[in-house]
């Protein structure tokens, strides 16, 4: 409980917050204002469903990751009106809840787009108004478009700001790793930081990247191999080379014109090979195969959905999700509590396969919602006017996306207050539905454990981490070939993917921490094996490396065999 409770860090209070705030409690004061809560209410759960697809900070990429979504809501929304009162209506959820588990498979997009797509059945269904088929879900796509106008508004302004910063970054961690102390345990700090800086920008650059990124992104992923491989190994670069690359970091964040000032001499064969690195980095070149390539070739990305459909794995996350959402539901009417989509939305918000496992999402998910209901309980104890709801309201609303950095356990709480208080305006009573929140919180949070754990999405996580580090062994094998082959994969992503894979596989409950150390372990010992590998001037230990290779098929098979299993 200590371990899941303590933040990760501090709040940070971005536009996304003020986003949130504006968008959420506009119309839900608005509606009191015209004596019309209900629509006011549906336009503001709306934008809180935008609220939280607004993870990106490319422009380009914030469209794709925030319009997607909000058309996939309009269709749940719809749905579950139309098959309001009809013979299918209780399976209708749960079929979503198949769609939607495979949607989720193909990435951070697609699990936004499955859990809008769930959220905004489950609210329609539940807060039915009276009038046509198409206002509740017109109702709800306008808050969400809303909070898309806002989200974009900016770029007119700041276009191309965020990218910028991102290859600043990238830049400024190539010179971090060739400090003189980039052999100890700092040095594999920023290691790691540089390569999840390059996997954040090679995703960007693919989903929605301009062509900045798309001529940088190319010569930089060489770099930082060069630079993180000589890290390893304790081979520093001069202090010249260092400070020419953050000096190039503050040009590109600034947005100046490339500078034609000569580069440092080169002082060995390391040098002339980071100062080739470095100048195909920061000048630009044709647009190459990061973001351009994805934009221009779309029928990779059927071709990868297409993989995606006909993978067994995606069927059984869907499975799972369907099922928990079937528990859930009959669970909440068994029990006749008030609100059960309720219950639905806590699964909705549990079953994410992109975020983390399942088990410790529902533990920080139910003790996030208790804190919340505690405090939502003590303003509605002494609530006043309408005023002050609106003002927690839209302090609660700030808080999502601010608290999103901190903790799940925390933006857990400020959802609860948020929907607590949107009841409260649309005229139900809040303080007797704190109970029965918690109880359809518990409900939710349960039925997603049973499903879950039922069909053992642990081992699948595993999988992936062991597939990622086989990938990562298999592309440094590629790059040691004489002729190395042009556009080959760059190891050290793969290995930043599993590490983040790992990282969420170690946030489950204690009684599955036991493997923890010797995945910790294996990890290690194939990151120093491709940096001792890739590293320039220095013989691999070929031997070595074909052991750990075949010892990382030898577990990717023995992992195929155990999810196989009934």
């Known amino acids: 409980m200590r371990q899941t409770c303590a933040p990760r860090r501090r709040p940070a209070v971005s536009p996304a917050a003020w986003r949130a705030l504006s968008a959420v409690t506009a119309p839900a004061g608005l509606g009191l204002w015209a004596g019309r809560p209900a629509e006011g209410v549906m336009v503001a759960m709306g934008a809180l469903s935008a609220v939280l697809t607004d993870v990106a900070a490319a422009y380009r990429h914030r469209a794709i990751t925030m319009l997607f979504p909000q058309l996939l809501g309009v269709v749940g929304a719809f749905a ?6 009809r013979a299918g209506e209780p399976y209708l959820l749960p079929a979503l809840g198949v769609a939607a588990g495979v949607l989720a498979r193909l990435g951070p997009e697609g699990s936004l787009g499955a859990m809008v797509l769930l959220m905004d059945a489950a609210v329609a269904r539940d807060l039915p108004l009276p009038g046509p088929l198409w206002l509740p879900p017109a109702l709800m796509l306008l808050g969400g478009l809303s909070v898309v106008v806002l989200a974009l508004a900016g770029r007119p302004f700041f276009r191309g700001r965020a990218e910028r910063a991102l290859l600043a970054r990238c830049l400024a961690g190539c010179a971090a790793v060739l400090e003189p102390d980039a052999a100890g345990p700092a040095g594999t700090a920023r290691r790691r930081a540089l390569h ?3 996997e954040q920008a090679r995703h960007t650059g693919a989903v929605g990247g301009g062509a900045l990124l798309a001529r940088h992104l190319p010569g930089l992923l060489a770099l930082a191999e060069t630079a993180s491989s000589a890290g ?28 034609d000032g000569a580069w ?17 980095a920061v000048t630009p070149g044709p647009v190459g195969s990061a973001g351009g390539r994805a934009r221009r070739h779309p029928g990779r990305r059927r071709s990868a959905a297409r993989a995606v459909l006909a993978d067994p794995q995606s069927w059984l996350c869907g499975l799972r999700v369907g099922l928990a959402l079937l528990l859930a539901g009959a669970a909440a009417a068994y029990w006749e509590l008030p609100h059960p989509y309720w219950a639905v939305l806590n699964v909705v918000f549990v079953c994410r396969p992109d975020v983390g496992p399942v088990t410790g999402r529902a533990l920080e998910r139910f003790c996030g919602t208790a804190l919340g209901l505690l405090g939502s309980g003590l303003v509605l104890a002494c609530a006043g006017p309408d005023g002050a709801l609106l003002a927690v309201l839209a302090l609660a609303a700030g808080l999502v996306p601010a608290l999103s950095g901190t903790g799940y356990l925390y933006q857990a709480a400020a959802l609860a207050t948020v929907v607590l208080m949107v009841t409260q305006i649309a005229g139900d009573p809040g303080l007797p539905l704190l109970l029965p929140n918690l109880a359809c919180c518990a409900i939710g949070c349960l039925a997603a454990v049973l499903a879950c754990e039922l069909l053992g999405p642990h081992r699948h996580r595993q999988l992936a981490v062991a597939r990622r580090l086989a990938a990562a062994v298999e592309q440094t094998a590629l790059a040691l070939a004489p002729p190395r082959p042009r556009g080959g994969g760059a190891p050290h992503l793969q290995l930043a993917s599993a590490r983040a894979e790992f990282e969420r596989a170690r946030r489950e409950p204690p009684w599955r921490q036991a493997a923890t150390a010797r995945w910790a372990a294996l990890i290690d010992e194939v990151e120093r094996t491709v940096d001792t590998a890739l590293a320039p001037a220095v013989p691999a230990d070929h031997h070595h490396f074909d052991a750990t290779r075949h010892h990382l098929h030898r577990l990717a098979a023995d992992l195929h065999r155990l999810a196989a299993r009934p």
């Open 80 to 85: 579950a009106l139309t098959a309001a009162g």
């Open 196 to 198: 999840d800086a390059l």
């Open 232 to 259: 390893a190994r304790g081979l520093a670069a001069g202090p010249a080379l260092r400070g020419r690359l953050r000096a190039e970091a503050e040009r590109v964040a600034a947005g100046r014109p490339a500078s």
């Open 264 to 280: 440092p001499p080169a002082c060995g064969p390391l040098e002339a090979r980071l100062l080739r690195a470095a100048r195909s």
